[in-house]
């Protein structure tokens, strides 16, 4: 196991009675989980619970008025109140307010820093967890507040009926500081730099689990088994910071492909959305090319992610080129601190009242139409699993101007009969904005 961050927590201070009585209650409510982390304390936090409305909240409470600019008016007065607070480490979560339909749910979370000024525009969350869904939730931040030094994100998971009504609770492991994204970055090294600092590249098998991943490869290329990998290398020490994520430890070529093994850093095993690719040098045909990786070793299971502690990159080379003219360029986010913790709320979610909803018999394509249902989320469509190659109808919705309403993202459930198709908007949007909902061009006719 990867030598886990040594950490301390910084608690709340509170009387030892009230502490027991808060570990008794935990206890004794749910069985104690076992994670692939340093024992820690437990900490005793404070939860700030208000029972009141969303406007009534926003003349008094920093987060939630910041939530109003956000969102506006209209759409606050749909959102659930939560106003939960939770610190750590010096750094207090708060999460505002949610809102769900039958699909997904959209949590807003506030983050400020107690100690310092550690909190901007550059931070994440990572290790989210939400109770009662298989998949890792998405974080975006939708505002940072200078002069409040808040950072609001949305977390948003795929939640479905079942969450309805229950007690969730959302987990932060870590909070990123000093984000950077990298966007197409030509380190300058080349393929024969590389193979002077390693020419001899030796391999090993891979040995226990590993996640093999290919981009961009076509089907004439040679299929890709990654059941080896290289053996760590003595090197120079030339290309340790060759990546923003973490160090060099062995290269290569071997047979016709340039590979690259590297292993993360504390704080680099955070970075996203990470891709290594090689570039021609002509600015007139700067081309990326396929790439194939694999992630091993070590493997640290942290809030539902998974991070092992190396990734070898395999870059074929084209044929015929000039390996001084081919040069390592990346692209992703990186990130220069993390300040681990354990941030949880637990709370009642609510479902959104109103719901629109059409049943319908619509041929479109390959793909036979059953379900339409409007929410203030988005627009949810339900599809006949019939093994259908053709691409899914087409989901759109329009305001009262007429113009397209802009989705955040789509997702795709499937139940082992029919597929349910997810646009969700960016944001919230009251029914009486929507003017109406095609699918593959046709207008649905909502009865209610």
């Known amino acids: 196991m990867k030598s886990a961050i040594d950490r301390r927590l910084s608690a709340l201070c509170v009387p030892d009675d009230m502490a027991q009585r808060i570990q008794a209650a935990a206890q004794k409510k749910r069985p104690r989980v076992i994670r692939f982390r340093r024992p820690l304390a437990v900490a005793a936090v404070f939860c700030l619970i208000l029972a009141c409305s969303m406007g009534v909240l926003a003349t008094t409470v920093p987060s939630v008025q910041n939530l109003f600019a956000i969102v506006g008016t209209q759409i606050s007065s749909m959102l659930q109140p939560i106003e ?202 700067d081309e990326k090319l396929p790439i194939h990786s694999i992630d091993f070793g070590k493997c640290e299971t942290r809030g539902g992610s998974q991070y092992y502690e190396y990734t070898e990159y395999i870059l074929p080379l084209p044929q015929g080129a000039d390996p001084e003219k081919l040069t390592v360029a990346y692209s992703g986010i990186s990130y220069e601190d993390a300040v681990p913790g354990k941030w949880e709320t637990t709370f009642r979610l609510e479902s959104v009242s109103r719901q629109r909803v059409a049943h319908v018999e619509l041929n479109i394509g390959g793909w036979h139409v059953t379900q339409v249902e409007l929410s203030p989320m988005g627009v949810s469509v339900t599809v006949d699993d019939n093994g259908s190659s053709d691409p899914l109808p087409e989901i759109l919705a329009y305001d009262k101007s007429g113009a397209p309403i802009p989705v955040n993202g789509s997702s795709s459930s499937w139940n082992g009969t029919e597929r349910i198709c997810k646009n969700q908007f960016t944001s919230p949007l009251p029914l009486e904005q929507i003017s109406r909902v095609t699918i593959g061009g046709v207008e649905i006719d909502f009865k209610n």
């Open 84 to 285: 939960r607070s939770c610190t750590d480490n010096g750094i207090e979560t708060t999460v505002v307010a949610a809102m769900n339909d039958n699909d997904m749910v959209d949590i807003y979370v506030a983050v400020k820093d107690l100690e310092g000024s550690r909190i901007n525009e550059r931070t994440n969350l990572a290790d989210v967890q939400l109770s009662g869904i298989a998949m890792t939730p998405m974080v975006q931040m939708v505002q940072f507040d200078e002069k409040t030094a808040t950072a609001t994100f949305r977390i948003e998971g795929v939640c479905g009926e079942d969450l309805n009504g229950k007690k969730i609770t959302l987990s932060i492991g870590a909070v990123l500081l000093g984000g950077t994204e990298w966007s197409d970055q030509n380190t300058g090294i080349s393929v024969s730099d590389i193979e002077t600092v390693f020419p001899s590249p030796a391999f090993q098998p891979i040995t226990g689990n590993a996640t093999r991943t290919t981009v961009g490869f076509s089907d004439s290329g040679a299929p890709f088994n990654g059941d080896q990998a290289l053996v760590p290398a003595e090197s120079d020490g030339s290309l340790d910071s060759m990546f923003p994520w973490g160090g060099l430890t062995s290269g290569g070529v071997a047979d016709n492909a340039l590979h690259l093994q590297l292993k993360y850093s504390a704080v680099g095993k955070y970075a996203q959305f990470t891709q290594v690719f090689l570039m021609t040098g002509k600015p007139e045909k």
